[in-house]
């Protein structure tokens, strides 16, 4: 079914429940009247009505004060939730009787009311868009109100059923892409910033570059999460190689030494921060691979030039670490927060780097570096630490100027994915594990 006609089949529902409401006007901006006014929507039973009422909900709580709408999340947080009685009965009845029966009543009775109440709201014209900045504003709130967690895994479960894959669309960007949607790629890039529009097209218009996004029926002109590529000769080790270098536009026909044979995914980016912990990016990549190699059979092989965003917290925290403090103590004194690594950091850095790839973990025994998780969590290969692969102020500040490749060997994922999630195994090439040899050297 066409978009824009589902769309316009909806809005004439809403339009004609509206006239069946006592009242056209949207419910007082405040909480409590918010509360009242999804109280009838989960009770009322007309489709109409019902959708022309969740759009009066949507429209009454954009037009609240942000103090409003926090409230809101506390009323959702308590008026919202399964009722204790029918839930403590349908437990027992449960443990009397574990039946087929008592289990899809329990479940039914342990079904949060605001998770009906969230699906009656994404019914309303615009719904899902309204909802994710509902979590938005919901997400900002968790850290001085951990109890809204509730809400959150509520909305947050509702969300990724939404937008699971089956619904995602893939679409090239491109030039000819509506300036709409460009001007929201030029927002969101969140790695490696685009300065304006000429900066962009040297993104997308030459032969060489390519750009793909996840797209999603119900929010048909907001990307939701896209990747840049470059085409090259070989690995690149800096990001000014693919940034900084025009290529041409078509390539004269006795050039076939010059066709590439590399993709290089160099920087993801996710744009709708109401879908933070929707894993996008590993289906996407995976995709991009897929379609990159039916249009070009010559790419052999598919890595990454990524950011390392921990790097440099993690050298500042080593302090009087008895094995690397010494070490990293002598490196941050040579470091330079404004300017490029001096030859003689190169080997320091990169033994250094090794130590924190395969050795640092969090909590959970997973590297500490973000993308890290990322990348070898989809599959992918530790395959090259890069000395001063991003020498811009980010760069600096943020990995001592260090990149990393990452390498997607088609016929490996899924035995890196599985050793990595169910053992924590940092698959990593030879020279990045020699490195760590020379890390372990340090240490004695």
Avoid at 160 to 173: D, H, K, P, Q, Y
Avoid at 302 to 329: H, K, M, N
Avoid at 336 to 344: G, L, S
Avoid at 402 to 424: C, D, F, P, T
Wanted: with cysteine; net charge negative.
């Amino acid at each position: 079914m066409n978009i824009s006609f589902f769309q316009e089949l909806l809005q004439s529902i809403t339009e004609r429940g509206r006239q069946l409401l006592e009242s056209r006007e949207p419910a007082p901006g405040n909480a409590q009247a918010l509360a009242q006014a999804c109280h009838k929507l989960i009770s009322s039973h007309g489709e109409a009505s019902g959708v022309a009422l969740a759009q009066q909900v949507l429209c009454a709580y954009r037009d609240c004060p942000q103090d409003q709408q926090k409230a809101f999340f506390d009323t959702l947080l308590k008026d919202f939730a399964p009722p204790h009685d029918a839930l403590a009965q349908a437990c027992q009845r449960y443990l009397d009787e574990p039946s087929s029966a008592n289990t899809t009543a329990l479940f039914e009775a342990s079904e949060p009311p605001r998770q009906e109440l969230f699906r009656r709201l994404n019914q309303a014209p615009g719904g899902t868009a309204e909802l994710i900045a509902m979590r938005r504003l919901l997400l900002q709130e968790l850290k001085a109100n951990p109890e809204l967690a509730a809400v959150d895994h509520d909305l947050q479960h509702l969300l990724a059923s939404w937008f699971n894959r089956g619904f995602l669309v893939l679409r090239r960007i491109d030039w000819s892409t509506p300036a709409s949607i460009l001007e929201k790629i030029i927002r969101y890039e969140a790695v490696h910033a685009i300065k304006d529009w000429d900066d962009l097209r040297s993104r997308l218009q030459p032969s060489d570059r390519r750009c793909f996004a996840f797209f999603h029926p119900a929010l048909a002109d907001e990307p939701l999460i896209f990747v840049e590529v470059a085409l090259t000769r070989a690995m690149p080790g800096a990001i000014a190689e693919i940034l900084e270098t025009k290529s041409p536009e078509g390539k004269p026909a006795d050039a076939s030494a010059d066709e590439p044979d590399t993709a290089v995914f160099y920087s993801i980016s996710n744009c709708q921060d109401g879908l933070r912990g929707i894993s996008f990016g590993n289906f996407l990549i995976k995709q991009v691979v897929e379609e990159l190699a039916r249009e070009i059979p010559g790419l052999r092989q598919f890595v990454t030039l990524s950011p390392v965003p921990g790097f440099r917290r993690w050298l500042d925290s080593l302090g009087e670490d008895p094995q690397l403090g010494a070490t990293a103590a002598e490196l941050l004194k040579a470091l330079k927060p404004d300017a490029a690594p001096p030859p003689r950091t190169e080997q320091p850095m990169l033994a250094l780097a090794a130590e924190y790839f395969l050795h640092a973990r969090n909590g959970a025994g997973f590297p500490l570096d973000p993308v890290a998780r990322f990348h070898l969590g989809n599959g992918a290969r530790l395959e090259r630490l890069n000395w001063r692969g991003d020498l811009s102020a980010s760069g600096l500040r943020q990995a001592a100027g260090l990149m990393v490749n990452y390498r997607y060997e088609l016929r490996q994922i899924e035995k890196n994915h599985e050793a990595y999630a169910n053992q924590g195994v940092v698959t990593a090439s030879p020279e990045v594990r020699k490195l760590a040899t020379l890390s372990a050297k340090t240490k004695r």
